[in-house]
């Protein structure tokens, strides 16, 4: 060991489980050796690490975060570990802060933010009247939202919550679809009626529905209302026009909350000016309008979808048109 390495023991309290920290066939334990430098030796339930300062001071976070997950009841695995690692890299948050973060909680199962995005984004929805949720697919923006609606709604801080999305065809007009108009427009809404059930007793749910305290409705039919003590979330909003994303933001009523999201990289307009893309411009620095940008280290789904997304980012800067001089 040279003068600028450093060791540390760690020991685990008896309660923890081992395994579970190192993970199946030391699944865990092989992940975080390929994420740093040093080196870490596991023998029952102490864990050596030894190298570089920085890198030992970061793993014995870790690991320190890991028995406190595990004791907890948690079954650490490479996504967890993954954001954990992130989380301590920025700085910006501890991994327990997030855990301890529960939005919304529904037959055992708890909605919290997993990145340091996702923890920005779910604290500016808690500290102002208008929040913008700007990222790629997978980054929780519209999940969240919805969870931070329905937490609203059962805490009695709304009394009730409006779901909308624009309708925009790709490829067939509804005009030309069978069926009545509902049923032309379900296939537009079904993902927030699959997220509402996701987070509500299916039962409540729909008697929530069937009473109008929850609304899922195509953003054409929100023009000419004022939606007072409501949570409004409109989703797939990078599918706006400039006019439609003026005529949401002016459906705001008193003592009413709004999230709006969208992923401007995923446009089905058919032509004209994305009304997500524009807003900022227009909005930003006033009060108590807040706009998160999400990015590709905030997807929590398949690791796949992390890649993919780059790669189409890398594809989309190479493929450019150049912009003629002016």
Not at 78 to 92: C, F, Q
Request: hydrophobic letters at 40%.
């Amino acid at each position: 060991m040279t003068d600028m390495e450093t060791s540390v023991s760690l020991t685990a309290p008896d309660t923890v489980d081992m395994a579970k920290v190192v993970g199946p066939q030391d699944d865990i334990l092989r992940f975080i050796e390929d994420c740093y430098h040093a080196q870490i030796l596991v023998r029952g339930n102490s864990v050596r690490i030894s190298g570089e300062q920085v890198e030992v001071d970061a793993v014995s976070s870790l690991f320190t975060d890991l028995f406190q997950y595990v004791r907890e009841g948690g079954v650490p695995n490479r996504a967890y570990v993954k954001h954990a690692i992130e989380l301590l890299r920025t700085g910006e948050f501890a991994p327990r802060a997030l855990r301890d973060d529960v939005v919304l909680s529904h037959r055992g199962r708890s909605v919290r933010p997993k990145t340091a995005g996702q923890k920005h984004y779910v604290d500016a929805i808690r500290k102002n009247t208008i929040t913008f949720g700007i990222g790629p697919a997978g980054t929780g923006k519209t999940y969240l939202a919805m969870a931070m609606a329905v937490r609203a709604l059962r805490s009695h801080e709304v009394s009730r919550v409006i779901l909308s999305r624009p309708v925009v065809e790709a490829g067939e007009n509804l005009g030309f679809l069978p069926g009545t108009l509902n049923e032309k427009i379900d296939p537009y809404i079904r993902p927030l009626y699959d997220a509402l059930f996701e987070m509500m007793d299916p039962q409540r749910a729909q008697a929530y529905l069937e009473d109008g305290t929850i609304e899922i409705v195509p953003l054409a039919y929100m023009r000419g209302r004022t939606l007072d003590n409501s949570f409004i979330v409109l989703d797939e909003a990078q599918n706006t026009t400039p006019q439609q994303m003026k005529m949401f933001l002016t459906r705001l009523g008193f003592a009413s909350k709004m999230v709006v999201t969208g992923d401007v990289t995923q446009l089905d307009l058919p032509r004209g000016i994305s009304g997500l893309k524009q807003v900022r411009g227009i909005l930003e620095g006033i009060s108590d309008i807040a706009f998160c940008e999400l990015s590709r280290t905030d997807i929590v789904r398949h690791s796949l979808v992390s890649e993919i997304v780059s790669a189409y980012n890398v594809w989309e800067t190479a493929n450019a048109p150049v912009q003629p001089v002016q």
